[in-house]
């Protein structure tokens, strides 16, 4: 059945209000495949995608000719951290990723430099580093969380419909069953959150959750009839997604999209239903 037939006998007001909302809801699809193609366009950027090959490629060639007797491959050892900095390379030419990118590339430099001699660096000077980081990428995400955070009706975030939980050094439980939910930021730093929203519904087509793990846990359970689009990063840790996506009974019914952003740094993000 098009349009035409469904709008048969409606008022010519009711038809340009369902018209208007198909464009508004058409709108919103568009906007929301366009940014999910520009993620990924970045996170499969050429050179991201050819220095694990490459690294694995080296070191076989290593191995390869010690056996030989050509070269010795305990030589090669004290450069062990080159694969930090050829991973935080890569990382830094995706535009998703580009603080890890830094991070690991400093990481791996400092670590060169102490196996060559050139500077002693222990682990009590790595640690730091590690919080400055995780607290630095906390601070970001939460500026990016409430720029993309659609605006609420009246103007103010409502917290029955939006998520603003931070777990520091402790844990956080909650059930969401709000019927107009729009997103939010989750945070969990030393610590752990736990959301269950299978009985929540989104107030438009779209909603994004800023999820963000820093030596701590996040766990998202979803409803099926939502279709999950995670586009998260795991720097020593776990960003994942093992949700099953179930249409909608109503095939007028337009379909709801969660994107998950964020970043795991020695923790763990886990998105199921």
Same mark, same amino acid.
């Given at each position: 059945?098009? *349009?035409?037939?469904?709008?048969?006998?409606?008022?010519?007001?009711?038809?340009?209000?369902?018209?208007?909302?198909?464009?508004?809801? *058409?709108?919103?699809?568009?906007?929301?495949?366009?940014?999910? /193609? /520009?993620?990924?366009?970045?996170?499969?950027?050429?050179?991201?995608?050819?220095?694990?090959?490459?690294?694995?490629?080296?070191?076989?060639?290593?191995?390869?000719?010690?056996?030989?007797?050509?070269?010795?491959?305990?030589?090669?050892?004290?450069?062990?951290?080159?694969?930090?900095?050829?991973?935080?390379?890569?990382?830094?030419?995706? &535009?998703?990723? /580009?603080?890890?990118?830094?991070?690991?590339? %400093?990481?791996? %430099?400092?670590?060169?430099?102490?196996?060559?001699?050139?500077?002693?660096?222990?682990? *009590?000077?790595?640690?730091?580093?590690?919080?400055?980081?995780?607290?630095?990428?906390?601070?970001?995400?939460?500026?990016?969380? &409430?720029?993309?955070?659609?605006?609420?009706?009246?103007?103010?975030?409502?917290?029955?419909?939006?998520?603003?939980? *931070?777990?520091?050094?402790?844990?956080?439980?909650?059930?969401?069953?709000?019927?107009?939910?729009?997103?939010?930021?989750?945070?969990?730093?030393?610590?752990?959150?736990?959301?269950?929203?299978?009985?929540?519904?989104?107030?438009?087509?779209?909603?994004?959750?800023?999820?963000?793990?820093?030596?701590?846990?996040?766990?998202?359970?979803?409803?099926? @009839?939502?279709?999950?689009?995670?586009?998260?990063?795991?720097?020593?840790?776990?960003?994942?997604?093992?949700?099953?996506?179930?249409?909608?009974?109503?095939?007028?019914?337009?379909?709801?999209? %969660?994107?998950?952003?964020? @970043?795991?740094?020695?923790?763990?993000?886990?998105? &199921?239903?």
């Amino acid at each position: 059945m098009d *349009n035409d037939e469904k709008n048969w006998g409606k008022p010519p007001a009711w038809r340009d209000e369902d018209d208007t909302r198909r464009r508004v809801r *058409n709108d919103i699809h568009d906007r929301l495949e366009a940014r999910i /193609r /520009r993620r990924s366009c970045a996170q499969g950027s050429p050179l991201g995608s050819l220095v694990p090959g490459a690294i694995i490629l080296a070191v076989g060639v290593i191995f390869l000719l010690d056996s030989l007797g050509y070269v010795r491959a305990r030589q090669f050892l004290q450069f062990w951290p080159m694969i930090l900095i050829f991973i935080g390379v890569s990382k830094i030419a995706r &535009r998703d990723a /580009r603080i890890w990118g830094v991070v690991l590339l %400093l990481f791996g %430099l400092f670590l060169q430099l102490s196996e060559l001699g050139i500077g002693h660096f222990t682990w *009590n000077q790595f640690w730091p580093l590690l919080l400055i980081a995780g607290g630095a990428m906390a601070m970001w995400s939460a500026i990016q969380a &409430r720029k993309a955070m659609p605006p609420a009706p009246q103007g103010t975030l409502d917290p029955r419909n939006t998520l603003d939980e *931070n777990a520091i050094f402790g844990g956080v439980e909650k059930r969401l069953n709000s019927r107009e939910f729009r997103g939010g930021r989750l945070q969990a730093i030393f610590g752990g959150i736990e959301l269950d929203l299978r009985d929540a519904e989104m107030s438009e087509t779209e909603a994004v959750i800023h999820a963000n793990a820093i030596f701590g846990g996040i766990e998202l359970r979803v409803p099926e @009839t939502w279709y999950v689009a995670a586009r998260g990063q795991g720097v020593f840790g776990g960003f994942s997604d093992s949700t099953r996506f179930s249409p909608p009974a109503d095939p007028d019914k337009p379909k709801k999209t %969660l994107l998950v952003l964020g @970043t795991a740094l020695f923790g763990g993000v886990e998105i &199921r239903n």
